[in-house]
């Protein structure tokens, strides 16, 4: 057993990978870390763009569906459905020893769309009509425009990862369309084993709030400023976990229970460090508790593994969070415009890295060309 199986059957967390590519499908390596412990995966427009453009493995399929006349983004498409599908092949047992709780792989959304809510939820739904598994999470962006997006899909029954969260006020939001979706499926005459089909996890970003948050401690200077570094991400995590036991409890959420629902679990996102100078498990060991996910960088999943710590921490100071984000604001610290912009950020970067992508591709496609130089 390893410090993984110990996560999930001691402390009710589920410990997931935050990188695929093709190679570890086909060469057993996604396997192997199933066997140590890993139970879901998580993909972004920034790990297809490392994987597809950093190797060949992908080279004969992209000759392939060049040769059936596909455009350049349809065959991007047609590469990452083919790793999604690869992998929840390998996640599927999982999934069914949880009964349904576990084992999911998540695939997102065209950046592009984060803004765009119809946009966003048709997109959503053909992803979840083309792959068709019960495992599949299709990842929605939890911007403004994402939220309608959510609840949509929901509604029809479909699972959803709702990515790029940093804010309390946004999660808060989140919570409400994860909620009033499941309430909108229970009173279309959804069975109770329909509803319970329907899986979410609400992904909240934690070493990029550090980041920001540090970077700005640094500016301010003063002794207390630099004192509160390294704690605002943590703190803003655990307030978030707060939050989900008192909007997951009361008798709006048991009347959904009792119709089959299933909580839409916190996923603590970004949890490799920016900071060298902070521990390498830092945002893993201070995460830990029930009804949770944590999707990790391999790295940072060796690192747990070799020397991370097993205890229930998510819950064990929530007066001491409070009290950050209240010495935070007095230092000069703005939370919400901290947010605000890496919610901004994080929308452009994943657009970056999925233009970069396409561009790349369509440089190959050229190359590729009869009567090319290349």
């Known amino acids: 057993m390893t410090r993984l199986h110990e996560l999930h059957d001691d402390q009710g967390q589920s410990p997931w990978l935050d990188n695929l590519r093709r190679s570890w499908i086909q060469g057993g390596d996604l396997a192997d870390w199933v066997d140590r412990g890993v139970r879901g995966i998580t993909s972004n427009p920034s790990i297809f763009q490392k994987a597809i453009a950093g190797s060949a493995d992908y080279d004969d399929q992209f000759a392939s569906c060049l040769d059936a ?11 990452v459905v083919t790793d999604i599908e690869g992998a929840l092949a390998v ?13 999911f792989v998540s695939v997102e ?4 769309l984060a803004r765009d809510t119809e946009g966003t939820a048709r997109a ?7 792959i068709a598994e019960p495992n599949l999470y299709v990842k929605i962006p939890g911007t403004a425009e994402g939220l309608p997006a959510i609840q949509k899909v929901i509604a029809q029954g479909h699972s959803v990862n709702v990515t790029l969260l940093f804010s309390l006020s946004r999660y808060g939001e989140v919570i409400e369309a994860h909620q009033a979706g499941l309430e909108e499926l229970v009173a279309s005459g959804a069975s109770a084993e329909e509803v319970a089909r329907v899986s979410s996890v609400a992904s909240f970003f934690v070493s990029r709030v550090d980041a920001e948050v540090d970077r700005r401690l640094e500016v301010i200077g003063t002794e207390a400023a630099t004192a509160l570094k390294g704690r605002a991400a943590v703190a803003n995590a655990r307030l978030a976990y707060r939050l989900f036991r008192e909007r997951y409890a009361g008798p709006r959420w048991e009347a959904l229970a009792a119709a089959g629902a299933q909580v839409q679990r916190p996923l603590w996102a970004s949890t490799s460090t920016k900071d060298p100078s902070y521990p390498d498990t830092l945002y893993v060991d201070s995460l830990i508790g029930p009804d949770t996910v944590n999707t990790l960088p391999d790295a940072t999943l060796e690192a747990f593994l070799d020397h991370g ?7 064990t100071a929530d007066d001491e969070a409070l009290r950050t984000l209240d010495e935070l604001a007095d230092v000069g610290v703005d939370l ?3 947010t605000q912009l890496l919610e901004k950020e994080g929308v452009e970067a994943f657009e970056a890295s999925y233009d970069d992508l396409l561009s790349t591709l369509g440089e190959k496609a050229e190359a590729l060309r009869p009567g090319s130089d290349g």
Request: proline share 4%; net charge negative.
């Open 336 to 338: 919400d415009d901290v």
């Open 124 to 130: 959503a739904l053909d992803l979840h009509q083309r």
């Open 69 to 79: 006349g596909m455009s350049v983004e349809d065959t991007y498409w047609d590469l």
């Open 91 to 103: 996640l599927r047992p999982v999934y069914d020893a949880s009964g349904g709780g576990d084992g």
């Open 109 to 112: 959304v065209a950046p592009s």
């Open 309 to 315: 710590t097993v205890a229930r921490t998510v819950d």
